[in-house]
C-alpha cells in the first residue's frame, strides 16, 4: 500500500470515530421526554429525534446525484457535511425551548451523517481493493463504536445539565472538516462511458485494476437483499438506544445511559476487530449470528431492568452484532457494484438508504405496536423484539445455504 493509499486510509478510520453522531443524543430521550416536554409519549421524542434517518436517504442520494453528473467532488461533500455537523450544534444552543426545533436539529443531522455515511464508504469503494476493503471496512466499524462509546459518555453526561446538551458534541465536526480538506484527493468521477474508476485515472493501479471495463449501469439485484436486511437489521438495533434511559430509569439517569450504551459501542468495537476473520470463515452466516446476538442480548435485557450489570452485559452483546452485520453487507454490495456508474448508487443504497429507513420506521413500528400490545414495557418490547430477530437469523441461515455455492463463486 503506498503513502497516497495509507493517508488516505487513516483519515477514513480517523473519521470514522465521529460517524454516529447520534449516539451523543440517545441517551437524553428520557430527559428530553420528562423534563423539556413531559406532555408528549416517549413514541413520539423517539419518532421526533429518527426523523434524522428520514432526510438521511434523501442527503446521500443528492450527494450522489450531483457527484456522478460530475457536479460537485466527494471531497467536497464531505467538507460541507461535516461543517454542517458543527453548524448543527450551534443550532442547538439558539432553537432548544419549542417541540418543533428538535425535529430541525433532527433535519439537520441527517442532512449532514447522510452525505457523511455513504461517502466515507464510497472513498473506501474507490480507492482499495476488495482485499483491503474487507479489512478496512472492520477497523473501520470498530473506530465507529469506538467513536460511539465517547460521544453516547460525553452526551450523556451534558444531558444531565441540558436536554440539547449532546448537541454540543457535534462542534467535532470542524476539526474533521480540516482533516478532509488537508488528506482527501480531491477526483471527480469518470463520465460514465470511460470505463475507468477514480483510482484509475489517478494510477491507484489495485483498484483501477478490479473495476476496468465498460459500466453496466445496472444495479445487480442481489444488491437489494443486503439492503433489506440492513433496513431490518437497524429497524431491530435501534430498539436498543432508544429505550434504554427509558428502561434504566429507576436505576440511572442520562449519564448512566450514555454509560450503558458506551458499552454497547465497546461490543462492536471488539467484533469489529475480529471481522475479518469472522468475515472470510463464516460469509453470510454471519449475519445471522449478528441477528442472534440481538436475540440473546434483549432477551437478557428484558429481565434486568433492576441491574445496571446486567444491562451493561446485555448491551455488549447486543453491540457486537453492528460491526458485523453492516460491514458484511457493505463489503458484500462492493463485490457487485465495482464500476464506477452503479458504486455511488449502491453505497449510498446500503450505507445510509436501507439503514436510514430502519432506523425511522423503527420507532413507528415497534414502539407503537409494542405499546398496543403491551403497553409502555419497555420489557416486553426487548422480549418481542427478541423473537422477531431470532425469525431474521433462521431465514438468513436458510437463505444462505441454499445460495452458498454461488456465493462462494461471488467471493471467489
Known amino acids: 500500500m503506498d503513502s497516497q493509499k495509507k493517508k488516505l486510509m487513516w483519515t477514513i478510520l480517523i473519521i470514522a470515530f465521529i460517524q454516529m453522531p447520534g449516539l451523543a443524543l440517545t441517551p437524553g430521550i428520557n430527559q428530553i421526554r420528562t423534563t423539556a416536554f413531559p ?60 417541540f418543533w426545533h428538535l425535529f430541525m436539529l433532527s433535519v439537520v443531522l441527517g442532512i449532514s451523517t447522510g452525505c457523511l455515511i455513504s461517502n466515507m464508504f464510497g472513498l473506501l469503494f474507490d480507492n482499495f481493493d476488495p482485499a483491503e476493503r474487507q479489512w478496512i471496512a472492520g477497523y473501520q466499524s470498530a473506530v465507529i463504536n469506538a467513536g460511539g462509546i465517547v460521544m453516547s459518555l460525553v452526551g450523556g453526561l451534558l444531558a444531565t445539565f441540558m436536554w440539547y446538551g449532546g448537541y454540543l458534541v457535534l462542534f467535532v465536526g470542524l476539526p474533521a472538516a480540516a482533516l478532509v480538506m488537508y488528506t482527501v484527493p480531491n477526483y471527480k468521477v469518470p463520465a460514465a462511458d470511460s470505463g475507468s474508476s477514480p483510482a484509475a485515472n489517478r494510477g491507484n493501479s489495485p483498484a483501477a485494476d478490479s473495476r476496468a471495463g465498460k459500466p453496466s449501469r445496472k444495479l445487480n439485484p442481489k444488491i437489494y437483499y443486503y439492503c433489506v436486511i440492513a433496513g431490518l437489521f437497524m429497524m431491530t438495533y ?28 465497546g461490543g462492536g468495537v471488539v467484533s469489529g476487530i475480529l471481522f475479518d476473520k469472522l468475515s472470510k470463515k463464516a460469509g453470510d452466516y454471519s449475519i445471522s449470528f449478528a441477528f442472534t446476538t440481538i436475540f440473546i442480548g434483549y432477551m437478557m435485557l428484558s429481565f434486568s431492568a433492576a441491574s445496571l450489570v446486567l444491562v451493561f452485559i446485555s448491551v455488549f452483546i447486543v453491540g457486537m452484532s453492528l460491526s458485523i452485520m453492516l460491514p458484511r453487507c457493505i463489503f458484500m454490495v462492493s463485490t457487485l457494484a465495482d464500476d464506477p456508474s452503479t458504486s455511488q448508487t449502491a453505497t449510498a443504497l446500503v450505507s445510509t438508504v436501507a439503514p436510514s429507513t430502519g432506523a425511522f420506521i423503527s420507532p413507528i413500528i415497534i414502539t407503537n405496536l409494542t405499546t398496543a400490545l403491551f403497553g409502555e414495557s419497555t420489557s416486553a418490547r426487548y422480549r418481542f423484539v427478541s423473537i422477531l430477530v431470532l425469525a431474521f437469523a433462521l431465514i438468513v441461515a436458510f437463505l444462505t445455504m441454499r445460495g452458498k455455492e454461488k456465493r462462494q463463486m461471488i467471493e471467489g
Open 238 to 265: 435501534s430498539v436498543c438506544g432508544a429505550n434504554l434511559s427509558t428502561h434504566i430509569a429507576g436505576i440511572g439517569d442520562s449519564a448512566t445511559a450514555g454509560i450503558a450504551i458506551a458499552f454497547m459501542m
Open 39 to 98: 406532555s408528549l409519549s416517549l413514541g413520539l421524542v423517539q419518532t421526533a429525534l429518527a426523523s434524522a434517518s428520514l432526510t438521511q436517504p434523501l442527503a446521500a442520494f443528492g450527494s450522489a446525484m450531483l457527484i456522478n453528473r460530475r457536479i460537485v467532488t466527494k471531497k467536497a461533500v464531505l467538507v460541507f457535511c461535516l461543517c454542517l455537523l458543527a453548524a448543527n450544534g450551534a443550532l442547538a444552543l439558539l432553537f432548544n425551548t419549542e
